[in-house]
T-cell receptor, first 114, second 112 residues
Framework: DGGITQSPKYLFRKEGQNVTLSCEQN?????MYWYRQDPGQGLRLIYY???????QKGDIAEGYSVSREKKESFPLTVTSAQKNPTAFYLC?????????????FGSGTRLTVV | GENVEQHPSTLSVQEGDSAVIKCTYS??????FPWYKQELGKGPQLIID?????GEKKDQRIAVTLNKTAKHFSLHITETQPEDSAVYFC???????????FGKGTSLLVTP
């Protein structure tokens, strides 16, 4: 079955440490997105990529970095510059960019700073 | 990003009653409005969507209405069941042509 796989499901980060969240899709979608979800805050856009080797900052990109070297993969690195990284992170994809498609979401990664 | 306001933040209904969740958006250029259901610990699932050239869309017990003039859209769930309990998010397409902007969510509880 086609879908989006996020791993790990739970991740613990020590202060000052970089961590990378994995997102893989086998839907042959061009566009991929990373959102952060905090209680009562909805979903906020971190980064998006409309095509391989291209990505753009979203509304809350500070302290995060991404790469898009392959169509099916869009990993997110949470750097030590992100001061409040504890959150639920969601990856999504659409057939193409443009905002006019419903997202397919992964099952999320819950990141906790310890 | 565009501001999407969603109300109420929590909603409790009895099984069999109807539930209505309302959203407003700020930019008239938005043209796509999906609704998502998120169960605890899972990613959101698309349940219904509507485009700006349509005023209403229905899928079994779920319907969405859109008022472009007022920049409102609403989710209607009829004959609610306990398994409808979840967090529901509305979204609007970003007028710049990428991504979606989401409301803050409504936690729906359907009690037997």
């Amino acid at each position: 079955d086609g879908g989006i796989t996020q791993s790990p499901k739970y991740l613990f980060r020590k202060e000052g440490q970089n961590v990378t969240l994995s997102c893989e899709q086998n839907l042959n979608h061009d566009a991929m997105y990373w959102y952060r979800q905090d209680p009562g805050q909805g979903l906020r856009l971190i980064y998006y990529s409309q095509i391989v080797n291209d990505f753009q900052k979203g509304d809350i990109a500070e302290g995060y970095s991404v790469s898009r070297e392959k169509k099916e993969s869009f990993p997110l690195t949470v750097t030590s510059a992100q001061k409040n990284p504890t959150a639920f992170y969601l990856c999504a994809s659409t057939p193409s960019g443009g905002g006019g498609y419903g997202y397919t979401f992964g099952s999320g990664t819950r990141l906790t700073v310890v | 990003g565009e501001n999407v306001e969603q109300h109420p933040s929590t909603l409790s209904v009895q099984e069999g009653d109807s539930a209505v969740i309302k959203c407003t958006y700020s930019d008239s250029a938005s043209n796509y409005f999906p609704w998502y259901k998120q169960e605890l610990g899972k990613g959101p699932q698309l349940i219904i969507d509507i485009r700006s050239n349509v005023g209403e869309k229905k899928d079994q017990r779920i319907a969405v209405t859109l008022n472009k003039t007022a920049k409102h859209f609403s989710l209607h769930i009829t004959e609610t069941q306990p398994e409808d309990s979840a967090v529901y998010f509305c979204a609007a397409s970003n007028p710049s042509g990428y991504a979606l902007n989401f409301g803050k969510g409504t936690s729906l509880l359907v009690t037997p």
